[in-house]
T-cell receptor, first 114, second 114 residues
Framework: DTGVSQDPRHKITKRGQNVTFRCDPI?????LYWYRQTLGQGPEFLTY????????KSRLLSDRFSAERPKGSFSTLEIQRTEQGDSAMYLC????????????FGSGTQLSVL | AQSVTQLDSHVSVSEGTPVLLRCNYS??????LFWYVQHPNKGLQLLLK??????LVKGINGFEAEFKKSETSFHLTKPSAHMSDAAEYFC????????????FGGGTRVLVKP
């Protein structure tokens, strides 16, 4: 399968713990995006990368959230000191070049904070 | 700023009858508009996109959408619903000037009755 891959598919954690998610985009895709989707809502933009550079962060991304894409390939999203309100589906998407608007989405990581 | 409003949170149709999902958008500039579909436990899939070419856009699985600038609408239709069309549908707007990040509507859940 050469689509966008996210790991893990599901994560259950206790409040206050740190969690890290990984996204592997489609090979050679320059842009990588993170979105968050809560139950009954559309996905909300969190941040995106052009290669290894993080170009924009939503105000939804509090100081407890950090995303990296160190070599311009895979990306990680870390949430520190998780809160119950962080429970959501975290979606990753990639696109092949800056002018190409079509995004390819992964299946997401479902986070449950108890 | 850009935003999307999906006018119906739920739509119920009988198999073989037409489907209409309504979407209105707001954008300062000429946007690109998309419809994505999300089946349970699957990633978001692009149905179709409008990027200032023909105003009537044909997508996959028999769906099409019409861009009406005067009404700021981008409604999605299908002449005959199939059971496999049961899913959540998202109307989406993006701007190249905003890094092509997508702004999603709240979604419309489609139920298809036999």
């Amino acid at each position: 399968d050469t689509g966008v891959s996210q790991d893990p598919r599901h994560k259950i954690t206790k409040r206050g713990q740190n969690v890290t998610f990984r996204c592997d985009p489609i090979s050679e895709h320059n842009r990588l995006y993170w979105y968050r989707q809560t139950l009954g809502q559309g996905p909300e933009f969190l941040t995106y990368f052009q290669n290894e550079a993080q170009l924009e962060k939503s105000r939804l991304l509090s100081d407890r959230f950090s995303a990296e894409r160190p070599k311009g390939s895979f990306s990680t999203l870390e949430i520190q000191r998780t809160e119950q309100g962080d429970s959501a589906m975290y979606l990753c998407a990639s696109s092949p070049q800056a002018t190409n608007e079509k995004l390819f989405f992964g299946s997401g990581t479902q986070l449950s904070v108890l | 700023a850009q935003s999307v409003t999906q006018l119906d949170s739920h739509v119920s149709v009988s198999e073989g009858t037409p489907v209409l999902l309504r979407c209105n958008y707001s954008s300062s500039y000429s946007p690109s508009l998309f419809w994505y579909v999300q089946h349970p436990n699957k990633g978001l899939q692009l149905l179709l996109k409008y990027t200032s070419a023909a105003t009537l856009v044909k997508g996959i699985n028999g769906f099409e959408a019409e861009f009406k600038k005067s009404e700021t609408s981008f409604h999605l239709t299908k002449p005959s619903a199939h059971m496999s069309d049961a899913a959540e549908y998202f109307c989406v707007v993006s701007l190249k000037a905003a890094g092509n990040k997508l702004t999603f509507g709240g979604g419309t859940r489609v139920l298809v009755k036999p």
